[in-house]
């Protein structure tokens, strides 16, 4: 198996992201939605690269494509439409300060015809950008949840890879029992030293996913505050 951290780089840079009108959307999108419509996901899964791949490893690799398609579809979301919630943050701003100006023009009798109206505009403003605020720290936490999801699968993976070890093992040490020639004593050594070799490297890949996943952990938790205190 490859270097974990190599392989999740190498798929992230293979993410194409399209339907740019849909990602940038002020309302909630599904996130299964935002993966096969606003990214290649399918495309990636079923190019031969992957297809020619052994069951568990084919298994393995689609987990860290789906991971990573969704992962650049919610952060480039989150991006846009924190930069959009920043334009109505700014227009609000300018409002403001258009409506000072005229408050210093006009007359006491207009100030208290038209004031409710200007405040009721602004207001509307506010909750607008604070709506599209919000809708991008939900495809933060959404983001946060897809890598819980593939911990859980590679968790699976990691399960199957071990019982068909297991079972390689079984096999190893009885034909062992049998007998045999010296070449394949030699031979299933050989593989025995390989299983070790190749159950040491998923140890360390599953230890880099569980340091990634608290620090993921740790982000969804203060992008959650930061979301209730906005709601508040």
């Known amino acids: 198996m490859e270097d974990s951290k190599a392989l999740f780089e190498?798929?992230?840079?293979?993410?194409?992201?399209?339907?740019?009108?849909?990602?940038?959307?002020s309302e909630h999108v599904p996130t299964p939605k935002l993966r096969h419509e606003c990214t290649n996901y399918d495309e990636l899964r079923s190019i031969p690269e992957v297809q020619q791949l052994d069951e568990l490893e084919r298994s393995r690799v689609?987990?860290?494509?789906?991971?990573?398609?969704?992962?650049?579809?919610?952060?480039?979301?989150?991006?846009?439409?924190?930069?959009?919630?920043?334009?109505?943050?700014?227009?609000?701003?300018e409002q403001d300060q258009q409506n000072s100006k005229?408050?210093?023009?006009?007359?006491?009798?207009?100030?208290?015809?038209?004031?409710?109206?200007?405040?009721?505009?602004?207001?509307?403003?506010?909750?607008?950008?604070?709506?599209?605020?919000?809708?991008?720290?939900?495809?933060?936490?959404?983001?946060?949840?897809?890598?819980?999801?593939?911990?859980?699968?590679?968790?699976?993976?990691?399960?199957?890879?071990?019982?068909?070890?297991?079972?390689?093992?079984?096999?190893?040490k009885n034909n062992q029992s049998l007998g045999g020639r010296?070449?394949?004593?030699?031979?299933?050594?050989?593989?025995?030293?390989?299983?070790?070799a190749l159950t040491e490297q998923q140890k360390q890949q599953i230890a880099l996913l569980i340091l990634e996943s608290q620090r993921l952990r740790e982000e969804n938790e203060r992008l959650y505050k930061k979301l209730n205190q906005l709601e508040r």
Request: charged share 40%.
């Open 10 to 25: 190498y798929w992230y840079d293979r993410v194409r992201l399209k339907n740019y009108e849909l990602i940038t959307d």
């Open 62 to 93: 689609i987990t860290i494509i789906k991971y990573e398609c969704t992962a650049k579809v919610l952060q480039h979301r989150a991006g846009r439409l924190r930069d959009r919630a920043h334009e109505l943050e700014a227009a609000c701003h």
């Open 102 to 172: 005229l408050l210093g023009l006009i007359n006491a009798l207009r100030e208290k015809l038209f004031g409710k109206d200007k405040e009721i505009k602004r207001l509307e403003a506010r909750i607008a950008s604070l709506a599209v605020e919000n809708e991008a720290f939900r495809s933060e936490a959404e983001n946060s949840k897809a890598e819980a999801e593939l911990r859980t699968e590679l968790e699976n993976l990691k399960k199957k890879y071990n019982a068909i070890e297991k079972r390689r093992q079984e096999l190893a």
């Open 182 to 196: 010296v070449a394949h004593t030699k031979k299933y050594k050989q593989q025995r030293d390989e299983a070790i």
